[in-house]
């Protein structure tokens, strides 16, 4: 196409709702939370591999004797959508972001496996129940997805530069972000006692403990340069020991034990001949120990 040389009739959307085209043999319900698939055809949202979330459905749509976009299917992808978690939550965990179970259910990261996000907690309703704003997960679809997984190559659509002109080529944007947001640290749950640690990418963990002593692992970093840092948020009591995969110190240490409310470690990860290794570079008031 070439420049404009006159004035153009404008055409647009809020965006508030939109239509997609339906995967052939799917049922959608009405208020589903809903994906596209790595075709760009609707799919009621699952913990799946590869889906990105678009919105929730307004109504009820059949396409399971039909074809690939036979039928469409309007979805909202603004504002404030009340949902199931799979797990039980508190006021504590408002801002934290959910990720999808089913295409009725979300849950905090520690309790999903593929990371499907799909948005943040606004407002706590009770135990398992919260208003979720879905907006972020809409306007960061393919940035969650850099997010969730700090090795994987992703599609790219969340930058998409069309021009071969001046602009930064699409591969080129892709890996930046891929970078970007693999090493910078984001909050993330505690996964609980005896659970592994966030090892794939850059993480700040608030740890909780009860009246007894609890555990956690932490495994060989994915990539140089993460950094992770833990911190005992809620002292129940009990000690939180971290066992990790191999020594952080020249001294040989890999126990790590958080005594006291405020006890803080970030470690960084390294290379060490041909192997990815956390090393210790803040200790304030842990004990370190080789077991």
């Known amino acids: 196409m070439t420049a404009l040389a006159a004035d153009k009739r404008l055409e647009y959307t809020e965006g508030v709702e939109l239509a997609f085209p339906i995967d052939d043999g799917d049922v959608i319900y ?4 809903v994906c596209v698939n790595a075709a760009g055809y609707a799919v009621p949202g699952s913990d799946t591999a590869g889906l990105i979330f678009q919105g929730v459905s307004i109504h009820h749509v059949d396409n399971s004797l039909g074809q690939d976009g036979d039928e469409y299917v ?12 799979g797990s039980t939550i508190t006021q504590a965990n408002v801002g934290d972001s959910v990720f999808l179970v089913d295409d009725q259910t979300v849950d905090l990261v520690a309790n999903v496996t593929h990371d499907i996000f799909c948005g943040v907690i606004a407002g706590f ?18 940035v969650a997805t850099h997010i969730a997984d700090a090795s994987a190559a992703h599609a790219a659509s969340a930058i998409s530069v069309a021009d071969a002109g001046e602009f930064t080529a699409e591969t080129t944007a892709e890996g930046a972000l891929q970078e970007l947001y693999g090493k910078t640290p984001l909050p993330v749950a505690d996964p609980g006692n005896g659970q592994a640690l966030p090892a794939n990418r850059s993480a700040a963990v608030s740890l909780t403990t009860g009246a007894t002593g609890q555990t956690r692992t932490l495994a060989a970093p994915a990539a140089a340069g993460l950094i992770l840092t833990l911190c005992l948020g809620v002292d129940g009591g009990g000690d939180c020991v971290v066992t990790v995969a191999s020594a952080i110190n020249q001294a040989g240490n890999n126990t790590i034990t958080l ?18 290794a956390w090393r210790l570079v803040v200790n304030d008031g842990c004990s370190l120990t080789t077991v």
């Open 30 to 33: 009405g208020g589903a939370f």
């Open 74 to 85: 309007v979805l909202r992808r603004r504002g404030l959508i009340k949902a199931t978690l």
């Open 125 to 142: 309703i009770g135990a398992n129940q919260a208003w979720i704003d879905i907006e972020p997960a809409i306007r960061q679809a393919d």
């Open 259 to 276: 005594g006291d409310a405020g006890d803080t470690v970030v470690l960084t990860s390294v290379v060490i001949g041909a192997a990815k």
